[in-house]
């Protein structure tokens, strides 16, 4: 007897789903021998772990809370939650109140709704190229039209397709973006906002990163520049998606958008459309621990990557073979390699892989039209300096082959 034929049923965009090389690559992690550079995963072991114990014992220590904690709850988010987190938009310099906030599943899930709510199939979508591979996993699924963004504005204004229409959205990292661990200047977030504007575009600001600054002094986000400029966030045509994931915990899944009050409105609903709401339990122990230790956390896992990051630049100087070039990350998580013509990434990672048992992510996944086969993305979050060490001399020996 045959099975049912499942892909008999799919829906035309379920051909534009595919996995993550990265998910894909973390399965590597359960191997102890390699050294991964894969995933931009935080240390599990800077995790403020009593914090969250304090926390959870809390938010379930009375019969009241424990019933709270563990029931239904509003769609756009916790209450005290989203206040905390509108005080603290407010310290980036974007004035808001709790309406101005929906609590996600991680930024991912902010991502998603976005293309739910923006695409259409064929919607031109500006974005830089290389890009967060996440954020076309997300707008995948709405079939959109990917258009090259140039965000340092070192390429002529992006030409529109002839049969798509108005840009939905540009989407941007302008903090230690992932993959290139590039930051936007100050004139280039001007620049880019003047850009959307002339196109009637939205922007999607994604601000995962921003905390995790080593050197240089902070710059303002794109949603303060543009608020500031419009008179308010209600005016404003950025929509800045945040996360807790780099800074407390991955684990939690929470995260936020935050943006004019009409656009959280229009999101609320999808959210109730798609699950509900975040868990009620997750956001009341993000909200406390928070309150108890964020500023303090934010600053040992600053100083923890940043030895990393040096660790890691310091060993691509002395290792890597002429013809390779890299970025200097002022913060984040990442450093993006660029080799010679002809390099082929993936080949080189199963090389790496079974040769010498390192693993990084190839660039071409991060791509929207599949280029940049030479070009590979470093991660130096998980790995300690002298693993960084070890493991980029193993990588340019499989580079020599």
């Not at 290389?130 to 090259?148: D, I, K, M, S």
């Not at 002839?162 to 993959?179: E, H, T």
Request: glycine share 10%.
């Amino acid at each position: 007897m045959s099975s049912f034929d499942w892909s008999s049923v799919y829906a035309g965009r379920a051909q534009r789903m595919g996995a993550s090389e990265i998910r894909e690559l973390l399965k590597l992690l359960e191997q102890p021998d390699i050294i991964s550079f894969a995933g931009g995963i935080p240390d599990p072991d800077l995790f403020p772990i009593e914090a969250f114990q304090h926390a959870y014992g809390a938010a379930l220590g009375t019969d009241l809370s424990a019933k709270q904690a563990l029931q239904y709850s509003v769609s756009d988010g916790s209450p005290e939650l989203r206040s905390w987190i509108a005080d603290y938009m407010g310290r980036l310099g974007v004035p808001c109140a709790p309406k101005h906030i929906l609590i996600t599943n991680g930024s991912q899930q902010g991502l998603e709704f976005l293309g739910r709510l923006f695409l259409s199939p064929g919607d031109p979508a500006l974005v830089a190229w290389p890009t967060y591979l996440g954020a076309l996993q997300a707008f995948n699924a709405y079939e959109p039209t990917y258009v090259r963004l140039d965000p340092r504005g070192n390429a002529p204004a992006p030409a529109l397709p002839d049969s798509g229409g108005r840009a939905k959205f540009a989407y941007i990292v302008p903090d230690f973006a992932n993959p290139t661990g590039e930051t936007l200047t100050l004139a280039e977030r001007r620049a880019v906002l003047a850009r959307a504007e002339a196109a009637g575009a939205a922007v999607i600001e994604d601000a995962a990163y921003s905390e995790l600054r080593y050197e240089g002094e902070p710059l303002p986000s794109l949603l303060a520049l543009d608020a500031a400029a419009k008179g308010g966030i209600d005016n404003s045509r950025v929509i800045f998606c945040g996360t807790f994931s780099k800074t407390l915990s991955p684990g939690l899944r929470v995260g936020w958008v935050c943006a004019s009050a009409t656009l959280i409105e229009k999101l609320v609903l999808v959210k109730q459309a798609s699950d509900l709401h975040s868990a009620t339990l997750n956001q009341m122990a993000i909200a406390r621990v928070a309150v108890a230790v964020f500023d303090d956390q934010v600053k040992k896992v600053r100083a923890a990557y940043r030895a990393r990051r040096d660790a890691m630049l310091d060993a691509l100087g002395r290792h890597m073979p002429k013809g390779f070039r890299w970025s200097r990350p002022e913060g984040g998580m990442f450093v993006w390699v660029e080799g010679p013509p002809g390099l082929d990434g993936r080949a080189l990672l199963e090389r790496a892989v079974k040769r010498e048992r390192v693993a990084f992510v190839p660039g071409q996944a991060f791509f929207a039209d599949g280029s940049g086969s030479e070009t590979m993305r470093l991660s130096f979050s998980l790995a300690e300096p002298d693993e960084i060490e070890e493991g980029v001399a193993r990588l340019a020996r499989a580079i020599a082959g």
